[in-house]
């Protein structure tokens, strides 16, 4: 974790921000009193709309082992689910 005076940030944002990007940690400061963290995000979610993830998984069936297991289990017929 490095200090980065607000004056730099200021000056150099695009370099600054490249440095976060890459995995740097940096303390923002202003008047060396620290301010702020700079961090870099985890790699974003790529939500999926609901009609892709149900074309994806198609007209699967569970296996016929399992769904005699879960039929004994539950009582019921899980396509009654």
């Given at each position: 974790m490095s200090d980065i005076?607000?004056?730099e940030l200021r000056n150099?944002?695009?370099d600054v921000?490249?440095?976060?990007?890459a995995g740097e940690v940096l303390v923002v400061t202003v008047d060396r009193?620290?301010?702020?963290?700079?961090?870099?995000?985890g790699r974003r979610r790529r939500w999926v709309a609901a009609d892709e993830v149900w074309a994806r998984i198609?007209?699967?069936?569970?296996?016929?082992?399992?769904?005699a297991d879960l039929d004994d289990v539950l009582g019921q017929r899980i396509d009654e689910l």
């Open positions: 005076a607000s004056r150099n944002t695009a921000l490249r440095r976060v990007e009193r620290p301010v702020a963290a700079l961090v870099p995000l198609g007209a699967r069936h569970a296996d016929r082992a399992l769904s």
